[in-house]
């Protein structure tokens, strides 16, 4: 009888790690088709969602379509966060985290003057995007009063 037992838990042991597999790519799956996962979120749908989304080439590639980096764009809830729906692709890029995606803007001409860098890199402090004050703000930190620029995108209309 203990042989038949050791043989069932070695059965069991020995299929639980297929079983742990299949179970995952059955909860991805079902993500995946309730649209709860970043590949099914389908294309960025303007220059914001692409800088939020650290996606350079779509930044570039919508750049030169015309899309305006300092315009506010609408951006999808589940791309920045539910209560952060409008922004302009700059303060998307600072969002981004990654200052790879604020020196492709600065290259392409987006950030034309010291007070917009300044602004962005108060937006970059208030969220503790350090690589991207870093880039915006070499050397020093900037002189900023915390939260105020995070406040201001806060109060943009949500529609």
Same mark, same amino acid.
């Given at each position: 009888?203990?042989? =038949? =037992?050791?043989?069932?838990?070695? /059965?069991? *042991?020995?299929? *639980?790690?297929?079983? *742990?597999?299949?179970?995952?790519?059955?909860? $991805?799956?079902?993500? +995946?088709?309730?649209? @709860? %996962?970043?590949?099914?979120?389908? !294309?960025?749908?303007?220059?914001? +969602?692409? !800088?939020?989304?650290?996606?350079?080439?779509?930044?570039?590639?919508?750049?030169? +379509?015309?899309? @305006?980096? =300092? =315009?506010?764009?609408?951006?999808?809830?589940?791309?920045?966060?539910? %209560?952060?729906?409008?922004?302009?692709?700059? +303060?998307?890029?600072?969002?981004?985290?990654? /200052?790879?995606?604020?020196?492709? $803007? @600065?290259?392409?001409?987006?950030?034309? @003057? !010291?007070?917009?860098?300044?602004?962005?890199?108060?937006?970059?402090?208030?969220?503790?995007?350090?690589?991207?004050?870093?880039?915006?703000?070499? /050397?020093?930190?900037?002189?900023?009063?915390?939260?105020?620029?995070?406040?201001?995108?806060l109060a943009?209309?949500r529609s």
């Amino acid at each position: 009888m203990s042989g =038949r =037992r050791s043989a069932w838990g070695l /059965g069991v *042991a020995a299929s *639980a790690p297929p079983v *742990a597999v299949t179970l995952a790519l059955l909860v $991805f799956a079902a993500r +995946e088709l309730a649209g @709860d %996962t970043p590949s099914s979120w389908g !294309a960025m749908q303007n220059v914001a +969602e692409a !800088a939020a989304m650290g996606q350079s080439s779509e930044i570039l590639r919508l750049l030169r +379509e015309g899309q @305006d980096p =300092r =315009r506010v764009w609408p951006v999808r809830p589940e791309i920045i966060s539910s %209560t952060i729906t409008r922004v302009t692709a700059l +303060e998307a890029a600072v969002w981004s985290r990654r /200052g790879q995606e604020m020196e492709l $803007f @600065d290259r392409e001409g987006a950030i034309p @003057d !010291a007070a917009l860098r300044h602004e962005l890199a108060c937006l970059a402090a208030d969220i503790a995007a350090q690589e991207v004050v870093a880039y915006l703000s070499p /050397g020093k930190a900037p002189e900023c009063e915390a939260g105020a620029t995070m406040a201001r995108v806060l109060a943009r209309p949500r529609s």
